[in-house]
């Protein structure tokens, strides 16, 4: 998923300063990464860790991290359900189609016709098997992830969901398959959680070795951008707002000058980790510097930095930049006892 702030393109970056202060070694760690959005991360240590927790406040992602973090057992079959989600008859009574997709009647194009009653079809089925428990909630969880990716490949936008294109795009004309979202398999267990990240650190089970933080950098609201993942995903009727049928979505205390600064530091003041990794670029609402001079009332600090191609969506929506590049950060500490 071509995500703002993937750290998917930087995780070899984020390994190796990992590497560079833990060891090579994790096979004892405990790794959490508290602010998941797609998993890259979580998912680049899953094999090496014995224990991941992954976090995101955004239902969409916890469906995703849900899928390819906490699911980690073999599940008979799986492949025969997503073949069966592909040959459904179609429905044009839902959701998704009469709010978001051509000739559904609001004149939000998100999604062709055909591809929106497509997505109803299959979200409708996949609720109603678990509802039925016909399927285990590892399957139930699989299967939601399948279906938002696939979905986001035909999905008519530039690149986030803040608006949608006034014609439909070549790749949204294709029609939506169900692709699987392959998980891997391991033997570990761990755990993906759709809570505020400061409140999930102050939780008495939430304690390890390393800390991963990529929060937010901007005033972007990630509930915003990706309302229509999220509408997929939670599935509940509402009343959609304005031309782009937002709903009612969460605000990150990360994504406001007024407001970042204390959840920033309320996070690293109650965090039970040895090393706390913090990811931030030179554009984002805290300085470099402010960062580090929070961090380094908590202990030992250092900071490893990489120069970066800028997110798609920036440069799509003609904005003035100086550069093509950011400076990506990548701030270290090693917590004090
Ligand atoms: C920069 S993105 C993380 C990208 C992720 N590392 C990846 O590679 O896909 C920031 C994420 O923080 C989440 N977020 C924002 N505020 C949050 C909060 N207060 N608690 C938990 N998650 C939050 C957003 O939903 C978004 O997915």
Redesign the pocket.
């Known amino acids: 998923m071509n995500?703002?702030?993937?750290?998917?393109k930087l995780s070899d970056f984020i390994k190796t300063t990992i590497y560079s202060v833990v060891g090579y070694d994790l096979s004892d760690k405990i790794f959490c990464?508290?602010?998941?959005?797609?998993?890259?991360?979580s998912r680049a240590f899953k094999h090496e860790v014995k224990k991941i927790i992954a976090?995101?406040?955004?239902y969409y992602?916890y469906v995703l991290i849900r899928n390819y973090i906490e699911n980690h057992r073999e599940i008979p079959h799986i492949l025969t359900y997503i073949d069966e989600l592909n040959r459904l008859p179609l429905i044009d009574t839902g959701f998704i189609f009469k709010q978001y997709s051509v000739n559904g009647g609001c004149g939000r194009l998100y999604f062709s016709e055909q591809n929106g009653k497509k997505i109803d079809t299959m979200r409708q089925k996949i609720e109603d098997w678990y509802i039925r428990q016909a399927i285990s909630e590892d399957l139930y969880f699989f299967l939601l992830a399948s279906l938002l990716e696939s979905a986001d490949k035909i999905a008519n936008t530039a690149s986030v969901y803040g608006a949608f294109l006034k014609k439909l795009k070549k790749t949204a004309q294709k029609a939506l398959v169900l692709e699987p979202a392959l998980f891997s398999i391991n033997s570990n267990t761990h755990r993906a959680f759709n809570v505020?990240?400061?409140q999930l650190i102050k939780q008495n089970d939430i304690f390890g070795d390393i800390l991963y933080v990529?929060?937010?950098?901007n005033t972007r609201q990630?509930g915003a951008n990706y309302h229509v993942l999220n509408t997929i995903a939670q599935y509940h009727s509402f009343e959609p707002h304005g031309k782009t049928g937002l709903p009612v979505y969460k605000k990150?205390?990360?994504?406001s000058y007024t407001t970042v600064l204390h959840?920033f530091e309320d996070l690293l003041k109650h965090a039970h980790f040895k090393y706390i990794f913090v990811?931030y670029n030179n554009e984002g609402l805290m300085q470099a510097a402010t960062v580090k001079k929070i961090m380094k009332k908590y202990g030992k600090y250092g900071c490893a930095s990489k120069i970066y191609q800028r997110f798609k969506a920036d440069k799509d929506e003609n904005r003035f930049f100086e550069s093509e590049t950011t400076q990506e950060y990548v701030h270290i500490l090693e917590k004090y006892g």
């Open positions: 995500y703002i702030g993937s750290k998917q990464d508290l602010f998941a959005g797609t998993g890259a991360i976090n995101d406040f955004e992602s505020d990240s400061n990529d929060p937010p950098y990630y990150s205390r990360y994504c959840a990811s």
